[in-house]
């Protein structure tokens, strides 16, 4: 998923000005004839990854006495379809679980998608960011890898997968050119943040231009596209059954390839990924670098994917032992050094300082006084979240929605963990999800906090963009977080807010304001993955079965006693 800032001019002119590694002429489509038979996903694969169906391991899981949300999702055991791959969803003509009509936003939204969709030698590849073209020097006319991912879940969802095949095969081909920035060359594994399909009527070619960070605001390379990559793989292969596609040797290649560059050894001494400002949804200086939620979240939901589809080749089993090593110590670090609830706030704040030697409890030697004031009234008694950041005398106590979300979906959240992440956000909706679901994060930095973090960013202002604006896309998230911890009705109402305006607002990228009640200043309209996280939203809540596509149920051998040292 993305936000779009970079400067791309549509005239040819400033298309010939593009590093010529970066463009693939003439692209040489891969062999379809070489894959073989779809086969049948074997879902009972053995091992500690084994994923069962939702019906067999319960959508949600809660320490509580069974509420009237868990009993809906026993009903949903009666299912014995799920994911096949001959029925096609109802969402193109929507009927509610619960009675209700169609809503009339749902096929506004289905057109709207369709329309956004990019063809290249008559083959959809992807979607457009969106369809607002109001200044042609910003890049919204592009393929963004991180934004397809909804509308790819809604294709899937809808049984079109072949969109998300040509995009998966079209963003590896991409992935295997020489990519140089200012005579620098990244590594082999980068994904693209972004492709566009440029038409020549004279020659009657076409062309594919892909942008690895030399073109965004910041001249930052994603991380996050490879990880979105993976997972977008596996959704895939959940969705369709289909393994061929995952077992080609280019994908098995393209995935050693991304994993080579984030498992690789160096002088950090956490299993947590050090990146960039700007690398992330975030791409511009927000103070997120260092070890960001989200792309520690992605990272462990991406290596749990790459486990599923990796073969047991002598080249995959290496990685498959990498992966496990790396899990391990990953899933140990975040529950315990980023998990943040009432009794670790109050740990905090008596913490001491100074501490050397492995029985240190303050082992990142953070400093007391450095606890935001907000935090003690943001915390609930009943409720927990991932901190934004954590590195040596440094937690970034910031809320932010998309790491959580991708934590409970990808099990990284142990089920306690889970329910206390649900909790906060019911128990502190106003502040969170307010008149326009969801805030990309809480609180909002401002004054001279805001001048030094964004280095006076007129579009990140307070309350407005990423420094704590609010994004319809991310309604897909928390409404697939909603349904794995069996809390519905949450979802449903966030769903019910988003219909209230956002189609009579043009589906904006995103809102401003406390409560997210002003279109954003700078937003686009028509916002491609607003539209598709509606959609997904919707389908989701619909039928709940669609969670598996994105969701990865708990794995019991990575559930460590939570212990933050041998002195507790």
Same mark, same amino acid.
């Given at each position: 998923?993305?936000?779009?800032?970079?400067?791309?001019?549509?005239?040819?002119?400033?298309?010939?000005?593009?590093?010529?590694?970066?463009?693939?002429?003439?692209?040489?489509?891969?062999?379809?004839?070489?894959?073989?038979?779809?086969?049948?996903?074997?879902?009972? /694969?053995?091992?500690?990854?084994?994923?069962?169906?939702?019906?067999?391991?319960?959508?949600?899981?809660?320490?509580?006495?069974?509420?009237?949300?868990?009993?809906?999702?026993?009903?949903?055991?009666?299912?014995?379809?799920?994911?096949?791959?001959?029925?096609?969803?109802?969402?193109?003509?929507?009927?509610?679980?619960?009675? !209700?009509?169609?809503?009339?936003?749902?096929?506004?939204?289905?057109?709207?998608?369709?329309?956004?969709?990019?063809?290249?030698?008559?083959?959809?590849?992807?979607?457009?960011?969106?369809?607002?073209?109001?200044?042609?020097?910003?890049?919204?006319? !592009?393929?963004?890898?991180?934004?397809?991912?909804?509308?790819?879940?809604?294709?899937?969802?809808?049984?079109?997968?072949?969109?998300?095949?040509?995009?998966?095969?079209?963003?590896? /081909?991409?992935?295997?050119?020489?990519?140089?920035?200012? /005579?620098?060359?990244?590594?082999?594994?980068?994904?693209?943040?972004?492709?566009?399909?440029?038409?020549?009527?004279?020659?009657?070619?076409?062309?594919?231009?892909?942008?690895?960070?030399?073109?965004?605001?910041?001249?930052?390379?994603?991380?996050?596209?490879?990880?979105?990559?993976?997972?977008?793989?596996?959704?895939?292969?959940?969705?369709?059954?289909?393994?061929?596609?995952?077992?080609?040797?280019?994908? !098995?290649?393209?995935?050693?390839?991304?994993?080579?560059?984030?498992?690789?050894?160096?002088?950090?001494?956490?299993?947590?990924?050090?990146?960039?400002?700007?690398?992330?949804?975030?791409?511009?200086?927000?103070?997120?670098?260092?070890?960001?939620?989200?792309? !520690?979240?992605?990272?462990?939901?991406?290596?749990?994917?790459?486990?599923?589809?990796?073969?047991?080749?002598?080249?995959?089993?290496?990685?498959?032992?990498?992966?496990?090593?790396?899990?391990?110590?990953?899933?140990?670090?975040?529950?315990?050094?980023?998990?943040?609830?009432?009794?670790?706030?109050?740990?905090?704040?008596?913490?001491?300082?100074?501490?050397?030697?492995?029985?240190?409890?303050?082992?990142?030697?953070?400093?007391?006084?450095?606890?935001?004031?907000?935090?003690?009234?943001?915390?609930?008694?009943?409720?927990?979240?991932?901190?934004?950041?954590?590195?040596?005398?440094?937690?970034?106590?910031?809320?932010?929605?998309?790491?959580?979300?991708?934590?409970?979906?990808?099990?990284?959240?142990?089920?306690?963990?889970?329910?206390?992440?649900?909790?906060?956000?019911?128990?502190?909706?106003?502040?969170?999800?307010?008149?326009?679901?969801?805030?990309?994060?809480?609180?909002?930095?401002?004054?001279?906090?805001?001048?030094?973090?964004?280095?006076?960013?007129?579009?990140?202002?307070?309350? @407005?963009?990423?420094?704590?604006?609010?994004?319809?896309?991310?309604?897909?998230?928390?409404?697939?977080?909603?349904?794995?911890?069996?809390?519905?009705?949450?979802?449903?109402?966030?769903?019910?807010?988003?219909?209230?305006?956002?189609?009579?607002?043009?589906?904006?990228?995103?809102?401003?304001?406390?409560?997210?009640?002003?279109?954003?200043?700078?937003?686009?309209?028509?916002?491609?993955? @607003?539209?598709?996280?509606?959609?997904?939203?919707?389908?989701?809540?619909?039928?709940?079965?669609?969670?598996?596509?994105?969701?990865?149920?708990?794995?019991?051998?990575?559930?460590?006693?939570?212990?933050?040292?041998?002195?507790?």
């Amino acid at each position: 998923m993305s936000t779009h800032s970079g400067d791309v001019s549509n005239n040819d002119a400033s298309i010939r000005n593009i590093d010529s590694c970066s463009t693939v002429t003439e692209l040489d489509d891969i062999d379809f004839s070489r894959l073989p038979r779809p086969r049948n996903l074997n879902i009972e /694969r053995q091992g500690s990854y084994d994923e069962k169906s939702l019906t067999e391991t319960q959508l949600g899981f809660s320490p509580h006495p069974p509420s009237r949300a868990e009993n809906f999702f026993r009903a949903l055991e009666h299912f014995d379809c799920i994911f096949s791959p001959s029925k096609r969803s109802e969402f193109t003509t929507p009927r509610s679980p619960f009675g !209700q009509g169609p809503h009339p936003m749902v096929a506004e939204a289905w057109d709207s998608l369709r329309r956004t969709l990019v063809h290249f030698r008559g083959q959809p590849v992807g979607t457009i960011a969106a369809l607002d073209n109001s200044d042609e020097k910003l890049n919204y006319d !592009q393929v963004f890898v991180r934004d397809f991912v909804p509308s790819a879940l809604a294709f899937l969802m809808n049984r079109e997968p072949e969109i998300v095949k040509n995009f998966l095969l079209k963003t590896l /081909r991409l992935q295997s050119w020489e990519k140089k920035i200012d /005579r620098f060359q990244l590594g082999e594994g980068v994904m693209p943040a972004s492709f566009k399909v440029l038409h020549d009527p004279v020659r009657n070619t076409e062309t594919l231009i892909a942008d690895f960070g030399e073109s965004a605001i910041g001249r930052v390379a994603p991380i996050d596209s490879g990880f979105w990559w993976i997972i977008l793989l596996r959704a895939y292969t959940k969705s369709t059954g289909d393994t061929s596609l995952s077992e080609l040797p280019e994908c !098995q290649k393209g995935m050693r390839l991304i994993l080579s560059l984030c498992l690789s050894e160096g002088f950090d001494t956490f299993p947590t990924l050090l990146c960039a400002d700007g690398c992330s949804m975030i791409d511009r200086r927000m103070g997120v670098y260092g070890y960001p939620i989200e792309i !520690q979240a992605l990272f462990f939901m991406a290596l749990r994917c790459a486990l599923l589809l990796l073969k047991h080749d002598a080249e995959g089993k290496e990685f498959v032992e990498r992966i496990v090593k790396r899990l391990h110590a990953l899933s140990y670090h975040m529950r315990n050094y980023f998990w943040l609830d009432l009794k670790q706030l109050n740990d905090i704040y008596r913490y001491k300082t100074e501490e050397y030697s492995h029985t240190a409890v303050n082992k990142f030697n953070v400093m007391p006084d450095s606890l935001p004031e907000w935090v003690f009234d943001f915390m609930p008694v009943s409720g927990g979240y991932f901190l934004g950041n954590v590195g040596p005398s440094n937690m970034d106590f910031r809320w932010f929605c998309l790491g959580n979300c991708i934590a409970i979906l990808s099990s990284l959240a142990t089920p306690e963990q889970a329910t206390k992440i649900m909790d906060l956000i019911d128990s502190r909706w106003h502040e969170l999800v307010g008149e326009m679901p969801l805030k990309v994060c809480y609180p909002a930095i401002e004054g001279h906090e805001w001048r030094i973090v964004t280095g006076c960013d007129p579009k990140n202002t307070r309350w @407005s963009y990423h420094n704590g604006g609010s994004w319809p896309v991310l309604l897909w998230l928390l409404t697939a977080a909603c349904i794995k911890t069996g809390r519905p009705q949450i979802a449903r109402r966030a769903i019910e807010l988003a219909e209230q305006r956002l189609s009579k607002d043009g589906w904006p990228e995103y809102y401003d304001g406390k409560l997210g009640r002003f279109i954003g200043k700078q937003a686009r309209k028509h916002q491609t993955w @607003s539209i598709a996280g509606y959609l997904v939203a919707k389908m989701m809540l619909e039928d709940p079965s669609h969670l598996g596509m994105i969701s990865l149920e708990e794995d019991k051998q990575l559930k460590p006693v939570l212990k933050r040292s041998a002195s507790f």
